[in-house]
């Protein structure tokens, strides 16, 4: 059944017909007018019908391009008594008459980008890979495959389900209240990031537009939290906090990437089908009902699966960006040195500047990344506690040598935590002892999710996808560097900073400080100072943003942006001390005037003076 389904599948688009789109302009059509139409009279009748005169064919027969082309339109014109006749219309059923298409033949026009790429061995990969998502839905929906898959899905009591829900409610209460952390002045819609489909909504917009929304949202966060982790009206408040938090989310991509939100918003989308109202609390205590004796072990395992998939993700981007260089060349150097300035210590840098140190982490980071997922194979509440410490030090070694601390993902990790055993000593052996084990743990529904998160994974990996806040290949730090220069050349660019002056009769007055409590508006001066300095011309979407940049500091500092002398401080990394090292600090280097979108270089760099900042 699955191989016909994918064979059709396959098929279809060189069979199926479809009509194809018009051109620009209209299609080419004759009409031939009755005896009695004047020239005033054709003119109007031409506007009536949107035909756009081309050139005059034979007696009292004009050749047209039908601009409106819909069967309406079309039955309209050949049923009007003053058209005598027309070429390139079917009269009966009321269509141009061109050459239907296939479908394959239609997309190969539209995309022909697309076509290209097409060739015998993508063609080969996009079929295996249909035939895998195909098959694991199909395996998804039959009892037998979900009883053997439930074999890694640990016990969960209703006890335990209690507890972990709690759990989980605290922590992303606090996670709710960290992250309150958008911009509180006005963000114009100029200056929003171009985003795909899935953040670009008119209403999110808007939203991003005005600083209110986490005025209500955090709060309805925090409110719905505590109504779910106590157990009062626990799945409609967990399906409102989800709610909220997307689009809380969505808001946030206006603004910057959310990477560290992507995960943890599905994985908690795909918990929305665990019954978390029959977990110890509230509900379950004014019920009076004895504890159910079903499985809730998915609450626990589908989380780990999620980070699982993604660890698995994280490291074939590597290999497949990088290749084996990314061990062998000690990949994790570079990005220690590239997070530098946001780590807590130096440890990274000291780690860059030995070689074998770099490479040894390179290493492990790929192996725990790909092997992580195994343990979704094991229900074994310890075994599961030990994998869950091995992703914990992935996440402690990115927070403690990079000082990247995405305490989302942390709070995914609550589903490690032995919460089966601790439920016995909470509530008794006896009671938390008595769950059905020979009911799957993976229903239907369940199943259908975990096979459509791993199809999609499949995909945006196979393909490298990027969507956020709901897909993605995983592909941060999957890069890699030729040399030491390469990146010496990089690490200069980024480690760049611009500073903004505005000269004064015989000073200058710093209005960096104030650039920067302004949304994006370092990001956007930063990037333009650097487009400019390197000749490339402005796009309209830049000039847009800079003058809705401009309008707000007017608008917030009541006066207008003046032009403004870039300084710029620039830092080095010394390879064989481990350190950084200054190459420039406040360097004047140009003036940059916003309102006009234009910069003019320092024309003697050398005999330039800096401005005292």
């Not at 998804?140 to 899905?153: H, I, K, L």
């Not at 389900?161 to 100029?190: C, I, M, N, Q, S």
């Not at 982790?229 to 938090?245: C, D, E």
Request: hydrophobic share 50%; net charge positive.
């Amino acid at each position: 059944m699955a191989s016909a389904l994918v064979l059709a599948a396959c098929v279809a688009p060189f069979v199926i017909r479809v009509e194809p789109p018009a051109p620009p302009g209209g299609w080419h059509v004759n009409v031939r007018w009755a005896p009695s139409v004047g020239d005033a009279e054709r003119a109007d009748l031409e506007a009536k019908y949107g035909l756009l005169l081309l050139q005059p064919h034979a007696e009292r027969t004009w050749v047209y391009r039908l601009r409106d082309s819909s069967r309406p339109a079309v039955q309209a014109l050949v049923s009007d008594p003053r058209v005598e006749d027309t070429y390139g219309i079917d009269r009966n059923d009321f269509r141009v008459s061109a050459p239907r298409l296939t479908l394959a033949r239609q997309l190969a026009d539209r995309y022909p980008g697309v076509a290209e790429r097409l060739t015998p061995r993508a063609i080969l990969r996009v079929l295996l890979l249909a035939s895998l998502v195909l098959l694991l839905f199909v395996l998804s929906q039959r009892a037998d495959v979900r009883a053997m898959a439930s074999t890694g899905v640990p016990q969960l009591s209703s006890g335990a389900l209690g507890l972990y829900r709690a759990a989980l409610a605290l922590a992303l209460v606090t996670v709710v209240l960290k992250y309150a952390d958008l911009p509180d002045a006005p963000f114009p819609r100029e200056l929003h990031r171009a985003y795909d489909w899935f953040a670009d909504w008119p209403w999110v917009h808007v939203l991003a537009s005005t600083p209110t929304l986490e005025q209500w949202s955090t709060p309805a966060c925090v409110a719905l939290l505590v109504f779910f982790g106590t157990g009062l009206l626990s799945r409609p408040a967990y399906l409102a906090f989800l709610a909220v938090l997307t689009v809380h989310v969505l808001v946030v991509l206006q603004h910057k990437s959310a990477h560290d939100w992507g995960l943890p918003l599905v994985t908690l989308w795909g918990l929305a089908l665990v019954p978390w109202s029959e977990g110890a609390g509230i509900d379950t205590w004014r019920r009076g009902a004895a504890a159910p004796r079903r499985n809730y072990g998915f609450a626990v395992w589908f989380p780990g699966l999620m980070v699982g998939l993604a660890f698995a993700a994280a490291a074939w981007a590597k290999l497949d960006s990088s290749g084996i260089e990314w061990v062998t060349g000690g990949a994790v150097k570079y990005h220690f040195i590239e997070d530098a300035r946001q780590a807590p210590n130096d440890w990274g840098l000291r780690i860059a500047s030995r070689e074998g140190f770099a490479v040894a982490l390179s290493a492990g980071a790929i192996l725990v990344e790909a092997l992580f997922i195994v343990h979704v194979f094991f229900r074994n509440a310890w075994a599961r506690a030990a994998a869950g410490v091995a992703g914990l030090t992935l996440l402690a070694g990115f927070r403690v040598l990079q000082g990247v601390m995405w305490m989302q993902w942390w709070v995914l990790f609550l589903c490690f935590v032995p919460w089966q055993p601790i439920a016995r000593v909470v509530f008794g052996d006896r009671r938390e002892s008595q769950i059905d084990g020979a009911a799957p743990a993976l229903r239907r529904g369940a199943a259908a999710v975990v096979a459509v998160v791993v199809s999609v994974q499949l995909v945006a990996s196979a393909y490298r996808i990027e969507m956020e806040p709901f897909v993605s290949d995983y592909g941060m730090y999957s890069w890699t560097w030729p040399s030491r220069a390469a990146f010496d050349r990089y690490i200069a660019g980024k480690y760049r900073r611009y500073g903004y002056q505005v000269v004064e009769g015989n000073g200058a007055r710093d209005v960096t400080p104030r650039l920067a409590r302004l949304p994006k508006a370092a990001d956007l001066l930063g990037q333009t100072v650097t487009e400019l300095q390197a000749g490339q011309a402005l796009g309209e979407d830049r000039r847009k943003a800079l003058a809705a940049l401009a309008r707000e500091y007017r608008e917030t500092y009541h006066e207008r942006l003046s032009p403004m002398v870039v300084v710029v401080d620039e830092l080095g990394f010394d390879w064989s001390r481990g350190r950084f090292y200054v190459i420039s600090d406040d360097r004047p280097i140009g003036t940059l005037d916003v309102e006009r979108a234009t910069f003019a270089e320092v024309p003697d760099r050398a005999a330039a003076q800096s401005p005292s900042r």
